[in-house]
């Protein structure tokens, strides 16, 4: 039985004013959310802290509502953030090439590429070494971290890009389907294309991996923004580092159990053994580490060497040094 209950006057002002209380204090919660719309590349070593983070509620503890658009390559990310579709990016080396254009600012780094980056070849094709590779074509994402991999690797072993192979720039999905059909008899891929190679190409063999060419030839993944999120944002900036941190400490202190939640919530069609290799081909820092990295000039070295590659490579006029481009003090002030 339901009991009914009069409506006095005083009853009514009474609740009116509680509802006006709470309506009047709900837009105060409502503008402490601060929009960041944010591009990503679905990676482990790209996206690995971004889905930690939104597991763990560290993006809404911090006041910051995330809006993920999900793309294929750096590149098209940065061209979304130029165009002002999205306000900050993850990526991977990309995040050294465009800001030395002078477009958009590094903030904050999310790992080392260590051996995410691999050259695979198929020895049914007649290429089983760099010495065959000679007068071959070798499949990859020009402007990548594949390519800047792939360059370092080929000029290590006496091989010159452009001159003794021909590089075919096609997306990552299109490289390795033209490897695997045998259109191609090499290419240069990032994890986690490599298992769709060994899964349909049994008899590819990979050739080395950027783990060889680490730390000299380090290749760092981490965000960017642009100029104008920066000029007008940059509290929303230090508020995500401060988020990033405790996702990233747990996936690296944690890993077992921060892999399974990523597989189960956010990775569901890749097995968990294929999560865990490629989490064992990035190499990373706890966020007490990286600030060290950031104030003895290590990140700006590591990102200066991949911006060096592509001023030679891209033909990049008066580059911007990593030094300008990067925005450390954000990072300091968030972990300060």
């Known amino acids: 039985m339901?009991?009914?209950f009069p409506i006095t006057r005083r009853g009514f002002v009474a609740g009116?004013?509680?509802t006006m209380a709470a309506t009047l204090a709900m837009p105060a919660i409502v503008r402490a959310q601060t929009p960041v719309r944010v591009g990503y590349l679905h990676t482990l070593a790209v996206d690995g802290q971004i889905w930690l983070a939104e597991h763990m509620g560290e993006w809404k503890k911090q006041g910051l509502e995330m809006a993920y658009t999900q793309f294929t390559t750096g590149?098209?990310?940065f061209q979304a953030m130029i165009g002002g579709s999205i306000d900050v990016l993850a990526t991977g080396a990309v995040i050294s090439n465009?800001?030395?254009?002078?477009?958009g600012k590094a903030f904050l780094m999310n790992d080392v590429e260590r051996a995410t980056a691999q050259l695979w070849v198929n020895p049914a094709a007649g290429v089983s070494s760099f010495e065959e590779l000679k007068g071959k074509q070798i499949a990859t994402t020009t402007g990548t971290t594949a390519h800047v991999f792939l360059d370092r690797a080929l000029r290590a072993n006496g091989v010159t890009p452009?001159?003794?192979v021909e590089l075919v720039n096609q997306r990552m999905s299109d490289a390795v389907t033209a490897f695997i059909s045998g259109a191609v008899p090499a290419v240069a891929l990032?994890?986690?294309f490599n298992i769709s190679v060994r899964n349909n190409l049994p008899e590819a063999k990979m050739l080395v991996d950027a783990g060889e060419f680490y730390p000299e030839a380090a290749i760092m993944g981490g965000w960017a923004t642009s100029e104008e999120f920066l000029s007008a944002n940059r509290d929303a900036l230090v508020k995500l580092v401060k988020a990033w941190a405790p996702a990233n400490d747990y996936l690296l202190n944690s890993s077992d159990?921060?892999?399974k939640i990523l597989q189960e919530n956010y990775y569901q069609q890749v097995p968990l053994s294929d999560l865990q290799e490629q989490y064992k081909a990035q190499e990373m820092?706890?966020?007490?580490?990286?600030?060290?990295?950031?104030?003895d000039g290590t990140v700006e070295g590591w990102l200066q060497q991949v911006t060096d590659f592509y001023v030679e490579a891209g033909g990049i006029e008066n580059p911007v040094p990593a030094s300008e481009y990067l925005v450390a003090d954000i990072y300091k002030e968030a972990m300060g």
């Not at 465009?98 to 477009?103: I, L, N, S, T, V």
């Not at 820092?285 to 104030?295: C, I, L, M, P, Q």
């Open 75 to 77: 590149l098209e990310l």
């Open 190 to 192: 990032w994890v986690p």
């Open 2 to 4: 339901t009991r009914r």
């Open 16 to 18: 009116a004013g509680a």
């Open 162 to 164: 452009g001159t003794d």
């Open 257 to 259: 159990e921060a892999l």
């Open 285 to 295: 820092f706890s966020a007490a580490e990286w600030a060290g990295k950031y104030e």
């Open 98 to 103: 465009f800001p030395a254009r002078g477009q």
